[in-house]
């Protein structure tokens, strides 16, 4: 069955410093996985996606996730953090690889200090 | 614009009483789907739909209903056998392939009165 798990239920960082959020999944395939970003009393937005082609992908606002099959990992990270990255962030795995259905990851808070 | 638009933003149910919950999409989406998100959880899905007039339950589907009558439409109704509602409610749209990513709404906040 698949899974996903994140590591932190909440990251603090400085404005400018390194971010890395963690995610491992679990999985009976190869699966897709994605990452997605909400803000406060809104929607899911599609950060990035891995899809069994490169596994260093990179996505929107300089993020970007490496996938390491040995590992069965898939980190979210930036090189500098900014105060618009304050936000809930979702790791997600494909259910099966024959339909669109999600498994959810329980989220991890980004705060952002000045 | 292309999205999934989701109204009301905020709802609030008397006791006894079934809400519907609008949701429609202009991506010409063939699946659509409904999610639950409860305070430092992530998303569980109530119910899914990969064509018109089919839909299947989901993990939580007790409670809930749906219907699916256009490709544009996915009203989800939140009847008075559903104890727990208060919750935020998120629709997205997407396809049938395991490769491709869904398009969520705004959501919709319900509460009880």
């Known amino acids: 069955a698949q899974s996903v798990t994140q590591l932190d239920s909440h990251v603090s960082v400085s404005e400018g410093t390194p971010v890395l959020l963690r995610c491992n999944y679990s999985?009976?395939?190869?699966?897709?996985l994605f990452w997605y970003v909400q803000h406060p009393n809104k929607g899911l937005q599609l950060l990035l996606k891995?899809?069994?082609?490169?596994?260093l992908v990179k996505g929107i606002n300089g993020f970007e996730a490496e996938f390491k099959k040995s590992e069965t990992s898939f980190h979210l990270t930036k090189p500098s953090a900014h105060m618009s990255d304050a936000a809930e962030y979702f790791c997600?795995?494909?259910?099966?690889?024959?339909?669109?259905?999600?498994?959810f990851g329980q989220g991890t808070t980004l705060q952002v200090k000045p | 614009d292309g999205g999934i638009t989701q109204s009301p933003k905020y709802l609030f149910r008397k006791e006894g009483q079934n809400v519907t919950l609008s949701c429609e999409q202009n991506?010409?989406?063939?699946?659509m789907y409904w999610y639950r998100q409860d305070p430092g959880q992530g998303l569980r899905l109530i119910y899914y739909?990969?064509?018109?007039?089919?839909?299947q339950k989901g993990d939580i589907a007790e409670g809930y209903s749906v219907s699916r009558e256009k490709k544009e439409s996915f009203p989800l109704t939140v009847t008075s056998a559903q104890k727990n509602p208060t919750a935020f409610y998120l629709c997205?749209?997407?396809?049938?392939?395991?490769?491709?990513?869904?398009?969520f709404g705004d959501g919709t906040r319900l509460s009880i009165l």
């Open positions: 997600v795995v494909t259910r099966s690889s024959n339909t669109g259905k999600l498994i």
């Open positions: 997205a749209g997407g396809t049938e392939y395991s490769n491709q990513p869904q398009h």
């Open positions: 991506l010409n989406h063939d699946a």
């Open positions: 891995y899809t069994s082609a490169a596994t």
């Open positions: 999985s009976s395939y190869s699966p897709s």
């Open positions: 739909s990969q064509i018109v007039n089919d839909f």
